[in-house]
């Protein structure tokens, strides 16, 4: 098992993050029309897949094409659908652009600028800026309603709203 070293943060700015993170998105073509992401898709795509362990979140990446996201059991579909998109951020962020080579793990539980980073490409990649405004005003700024919409928890969807300046 490769060994969690401290995560070198991408040093984007969150415009840039987001504007990365709609790219791939929808280069692989993860949105419905409403905006709803389909991650099991974008993971297959991408040569990923989802494991599920008696441990905390985590990412291990073995090589490029060919990674694993581990997945706690009993956790919620939002909070999962979450975690799968941070893990994806840390996997394009910060294995993927620096052209890391060999496997990689990525751990939790620190709070650093690469956190966040995969946080905003995780909120960006289930709350993509143009379908949202447009769920956000049809359901009259109700977190909960929105939150359902993209699977995310109301948290998540707050935290998007008020990026996008709409709370
Ligand atoms: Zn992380």
Do not use: C
Request: proline share 4%; charged share 25%.
């Amino acid at each position: 098992m490769a060994e969690i070293t401290a995560t070198k943060p991408a040093n984007l700015s969150n415009y840039d993050i987001a504007q990365y993170a709609e790219r791939i998105a929808r280069h692989h073509d993860v949105y419905d029309a409403n905006g709803y992401a389909d991650l099991q898709s974008l993971l297959s795509s991408l040569g990923g897949s989802i494991t599920y362990a008696d441990s905390a979140e985590s990412l291990v990446v073995n090589g490029p094409g060919d990674f694993v996201v581990r997945l706690p059991h009993f956790t919620s579909n939002a909070r999962d659908r979450f975690t799968i998109a941070h893990e994806l951020g840390h996997y394009f962020l910060h294995y993927r652009l620096p052209k890391v080579e060999g496997p990689r793990r990525y751990g939790r539980g620190q709070r650093n600028r690469a956190e966040t980073e995969a946080n905003v490409f995780a909120s960006t990649l289930l709350m993509p800026a143009k379908e949202f405004k447009k769920v956000w005003s049809r359901s009259d700024g109700d977190e909960w309603k929105v939150a359902r919409h993209f699977e995310v928890s109301p948290l998540a969807a707050t935290v998007r709203a008020e990026v996008l300046g709409l709370a």
